[in-house]
């Protein structure tokens, strides 16, 4: 039996109309961080290397390339293949992986794509080095170094020089360079504090570039960075490639952070929803919650109504399917003319919220332009 | 181009060479569950109808409704689709709705299954009504009351008459019961304080029923309960359909409150992950984070190794696609050893970390037996 749900939109639909929960894109917002970050590259004559994780929408990777960047970051080698069916020419996988399932994975992709991995262990050398060879493919190599995080990546220079040196005993791999993210950094709420930790964070990677120079090994690439300090990392002078995801969309967590320099991303992501009850004086309860926003980093800090006529609301507590709202002001008013009525939420965090969709509806004045499909959804692996 | 991720698991697989992240059942657990269930509900002469949006499988639902069960509960129309599509002749939506978009649906769906729906407000009654009219088709309706949770549900009871009264006059409605679901008392840990609450939104519901009956109209079905409460809602002779979801999996907050009577819910719900990289004395990290594990009722309990031979760990924080596992002993030890081991971690909450993948696998003493399509994940609408 063809028995499905419609469709949460059509092109061409007035955003009033949009089914809810839906995961909207403001375009012009977009385009504007979209702009934004690849003047911001070519200005400080860095690579752009978006990370797709943020997105996982090959749909975006495509306009990211459009727009002057280099390739795309994957955090998963499974996440890539969307990304590598739709075109996208180079592919950065800025994780570690271990296993017969991502070996295989690693050497179809890098049959199709110009596939660069990060490495932290020996043994990942060697695996990934005969996958490679058998599969005939060549794959780029950076291993990670701990620029501060304290999560992946080696913590010594000779444990990154017994990499390089195992990376160049495999034929079927290059080492391309490395890479030093520190993403315990990019959410610091001070701007200058924010500053004092990316520059600790470029001066490991630095000393990890001068020790393999002063070994003689040319060190081509230097990977890392994100939104909260792309500026810093910019201006480190030792970041050739910047790996940005969120400055695209912005989340609630990036929202409520301090920002200087030349930053002015804006809010493009929200989650459209609709009061669905409001039985009790000064509540409302909308119909997303857990299932369709991301909370690991707070509720939604604010919400907006569609027609910006209704009361001033807090999104207090998420249960699955329902979201509470408070009114902000103490309150025995009667919500009930509330029901119906759309609200936009915009998401804690915007990476794990776009994984709990399928798509992204994308307007531009409140007219749906574009159905994008969340090609990587899901894929973890 | 067809270029996609291999599957994570085949029939006949052992579990140690499944991809990871996955989402596994294990089956006698799960089994067990099931029966269980089932054997309760028949044992106290309540109508067993299990709430699919803990499992958002029909492949589960199809076993629930052989076991006994009278139909599923969805707690959105949407996620009702699948279930429609496969067979499963009666759904209750155990939530309320409003817009063109919902009304649509919930017409589709009721010519093709028995559906019942939950309404707190007479607007959307007039609506149901109007839609299911001009569509020929007839729906259930129970009014939701509060039963103590302070979410939906009308507070009086001159609220549910004039709802059964709004019923009534729609000829394409049928009033059939009240809901009653506190899902606030689930998980209050202490077993007797559980009964003292379950027995208290019981007493509210009773009222309503009462007060019902005194103006002569039969509620025919009382509806409710959750997996936490069940035992007293079914002694309690108020509930003739109980509602639980998660006793088919149990999750890391089910499995740390108390218990007594005769429940004996077994965990059958886990993630596998791979330990992916081991730089820094005692600490490893495997390769699930927030894209694979929902973290709203905290993160994994507890870390099982697969082999049964690993150094004891607990998982402290999750990124995106990194899960932090630390040395329960101080240590420093080495464990780059770890590398490539997998794990298996029981996710904090149930019903979000399932709506995070695309199936189950299934195995029994470690041997792939089936996968299971989670057919409607995502499905939030």
Partial sequence: ????????????????????????????????NLAAMSAFAARHGVALRPHAKAHKSSEIAKRQIEAGAVGVCCQKLSEAYPFAAAGIASIHVSNEF?????????????????????????????????????????????PEVDAGQHRCGVTSVDALLALVDGIASQ???????????????????????????????????????????ARGVRCGIVTGGGTGTVEFDAASGVFTELQ????????GDYGSIGWGGESGWRHSLFVLS?????????????????????VDSGLPRSVHWLDAKGEALTYISANDEHGMLQAQRESDGDFAGLVGKRILLPPGHCDPTVNLYDEYVC????????????DARGLSR
């Avoid at 499905?4 to 917002?29: F, K, M, Q």
């Avoid at 004045?365 to 159905?371: L, Y």
């Fill in 244 to 251: 940005p995801g969120s400055y695209l969309f912005m989340d």
């Fill in 171 to 213: 034929s079927a791999l290059r080492f391309a360079g490395i890479q030093a993210y520190h993403g315990g950094i990019q959410h610091v709420a001070d701007w200058a504090a924010r500053k004092n930790e990316a520059n600790r964070a470029a001066d490991v990677a630095a000393r990890y570039v001068q020790a393999l120079n």
């Fill in 274 to 294: 609709t009061v669905m009850s409001a039985t009790r004086p000064g509540m409302a309860v909308c119909d997303v919650g857990l299932k369709g926003l991301a």
């Fill in 1 to 32: 039996m063809t028995l499905a749900p419609p469709p949460a939109a059509r092109v061409g639909d007035s955003l009033a109309s949009v089914a809810t929960p839906s995961l909207i894109i403001d375009l012009d917002a977009f385009d504007a």
């Fill in 98 to 142: 271990v296993g017969a399932d991502k070996l295989e994975m690693a050497v179809e992709l890098a049959s199709h794509v110009r596939l660069s991995v990060c490495v932290d262990a020996l043994p990942q050398v060697h695996a990934l080095g005969d996958a490679a060879k058998r599969a005939g493919v060549t794959i780029d190599v950076l």
């Fill in 363 to 374: 307007h531009r004045n409140g007219r749906v332009t574009d159905i994008w499909p969340i």
